[in-house]
């Protein structure tokens, strides 16, 4: 017997699905994993940049003030990036059947606070980096500590989201294969 490329019932969530084969859950699981894959980096930055945060040596977490500041920026802008790329690609797309992508729901309202913390990150490392202000690592971590939180909250969500799971409700196999990423 041919399997079907319908998803059950899809829609509202409470339904109950039969178990996927192993090529169904990774065609349900690719976004996730995707996903996962650049929130891994990020994951890493940050933790990075805290390291270097901690510590009285001269370069804590092995990174130098110029380092530092460089690879702060560089973790603002690439967040950034991300999130417009989902905001104006992707999240418009899941939004036709997801409710947690749409505007007033919280992965976008995690979006917005994190974005704030970033410009404020990002304003520090700039004025640092100009020279206008010298670097305090203790305000580095202050500006993350801003964010951080929901960050980490948002980074988890949004993979779990994606997880095939929760795409099954919403998504047939064909629509899976069809979305960006």
């Known amino acids: 017997m041919g399997k079907s490329n319908a998803a ?24 996730s994993e995707q996903m996962d ?11 990075q940049l805290w390291g270097a945060c901690d510590g009285t040596g001269k370069r804590p977490g092995g990174l130098s003030a110029r380092q ?13 990036f991300h999130h417009s790329i989902e905001e104006q690609h992707i999240f418009p797309v899941l939004a036709k059947k997801m409710p ?3 505007k007033e729901l919280d992965l976008l ?33 202050r500006l993350m500590e801003g964010f951080g939180e929901v960050l980490w909250k948002h980074l988890d969500e949004e993979v779990r989201t994606l997880g095939a799971d929760n795409m099954r409700k919403y998504w047939t196999l064909d629509e899976m294969r069809r979305l960006p990423m």
């Open 109 to 141: 309202r995690q979006h917005k606070q994190i974005h704030a913390g970033l410009e404020k990150l990002e304003a520090y490392l700039e004025d640092c980096r100009s020279g206008e202000t010298d670097l305090r690592r203790e305000e580095v971590k």
């Open 37 to 47: 894959a650049f929130h891994s980096h990020f994951r890493f930055t940050w933790n």
């Open 8 to 31: 059950p019932a899809a829609g509202n969530g409470n339904e109950s699905f039969p178990p996927l084969s192993p090529g169904d859950f990774r065609a349900y699981n690719r976004m």
């Open 68 to 80: 530092m500041i460089m690879a702060g920026l560089q973790f603002c802008s690439q967040l950034d």
């Open 100 to 102: 947690e992508f749409r």
